[in-house]
């Protein structure tokens, strides 16, 4: 009987240690820089979801403490303990780390939130697909975003322009956002663009093209043509910001022929863009995970260092060389730890919405990766919906 108790011993000791093992290997990802991209992949979901992590590798450490208690053979338990409390404690920085932002914008983290799994919405948005611009053999399209029945339609909208280092992505990437969106009254309008490279001017000019259908049509959705807002994420960042920017500005001109409809927008909402191209091309983030230098050659269509066109054309498709006294509203979204955009992006632009005294908020997540934003329920977009939609309805006029 001795025996099989010393023989259950070892089997629970040695299975706790390989789980500690493993959830340590996971969540490790969160503080250190990965090797490859598919190893940035698992990181992000390792920030996302580390409380999950943190409560297997409590698991390894109950299971192993409960061996020493009531077995008290050899030092396996002792190993075991210590990587599974380090990878408890790893899987506690995400939380910790953003707890002093929400505290500065009275906002409270909620653990039931958290822990809900997949967002369900109560009353789903209706959503209809319509064609915005035919060019050539291309049709770009847009998915609506209508309030239900049960939402009352504010009469604003917002635009939004997905990632994809500019060449790839797709619209309607994020739908748990457009949806929420949607039910806090906003129509939203998530649009294609073209990636055929280089398409520093051909996608820039669809995000404009797209912002003049959605005026031209605002009557058949029940919204204002004066209350639209542009959100993008990462490259959608960079060319909502862009766009925004270059309103009505001849170096940047829109898809549409029709010129009577002005391009402007309210507001520009950007999670993660690049601002300082130049900067960004001399800069690169972890090029480990994605090559910047190449991204972004292939989207201007040269290196920046072979000719001055080329480092003209690297400044002029920067966000932060159209700021102005004209430059609408901006609330700026980055992540501490981003791998593939690095921070200081919002640094730049936000010093020069600064100088031309532009209303514009910043708000950094700590721990957070580039694209932190997947998860609705994080600690990251917790943060984010409160100051989103505050600033939303204060540059939409939305009471």
Not at 65 to 73: A, C, K, Q, S
Request: glycine share 6%.
């Amino acid at each position: 009987m001795q025996r099989d108790f010393l023989e259950m011993s070892r089997i629970l000791n040695i299975s706790a240690m390989i789980l500690n093992i493993i959830v340590l290997s996971a969540v490790i990802w969160i503080v250190v820089p990965a090797p490859f991209y598919n190893v940035w992949l698992f990181s992000v979901a390792a920030s996302e979801w580390s409380l999950w992590f943190g409560a297997l590798g409590l698991i390894g450490v109950v299971c192993s403490l409960f061996v020493r208690i009531f077995y008290g053979n050899g030092h396996l338990w002792i190993i075991s303990i210590i990587l599974g409390s380090l990878a408890v404690i790893i899987s506690l920085y995400p939380l910790i780390s953003v707890i002093s932002t929400a505290r500065e914008f009275n906002i409270s983290l909620s653990l039931k939130q958290y822990f809900s799994g997949v967002w369900k919405e109560n009353n789903p948005a209706k959503i209809q697909t319509f064609t915005f611009a035919h060019l050539g053999e291309t049709d770009l399209q847009l998915d609506v975003y209508s309030p239900s029945a049960d939402s009352i339609n504010n009469g604003a909208s917002v635009i939004i322009v997905h990632g994809g280092s500019w060449n790839g992505g797709g619209r309607n990437d994020f739908p748990q956002w457009n949806r929420w969106l949607a039910e806090q009254g906003f129509t939203v309008f998530d649009i294609d663009y073209r990636l055929v490279q280089p398409n520093y001017l051909t996608a820039t000019g669809d995000v404009k093209c797209a912002v003049r259908w959605v005026k031209e049509n605002a009557a058949k959705f029940k919204i204002s043509p004066e209350r639209i807002a542009l959100l993008g994420r990462s490259a959608g960042a960079h060319l909502a910001l862009l766009a925004a920017y270059s309103a009505d500005d001849a170096r940047f001109p829109a898809s549409c022929i029709d010129e009577k409809i002005s391009e402007d927008v309210r507001a520009v909402i950007s999670f993660h863009a690049p601002t300082d191209l130049l900067w960004d091309f001399d800069n690169p983030a972890n090029q480990s995970v994605i090559d910047g230098p190449t991204t972004l050659t292939n989207f201007l269509g040269g290196n920046p260092h072979e000719s001055d066109e080329l480092r003209e054309r690297f400044i002029l498709a920067s966000p932060v060389a159209h700021v102005d006294s004209a430059t609408p509203p901006t609330l700026l979204i980055h992540g501490g730890q981003d791998q593939l955009v690095r921070r200081e992006n919002m640094k730049f632009l936000a010093g020069k919405l600064t100088e031309a005294n532009v209303p514009h908020e910043t708000l950094l997540i700590p721990y957070a990766q580039h694209g932190f934003d997947y998860n609705f329920n994080g600690w990251g977009a917790q943060t984010i919906k409160p100051v989103l939609l505050e600033f939303l309805r204060k540059n939409t006029n939305v009471k």
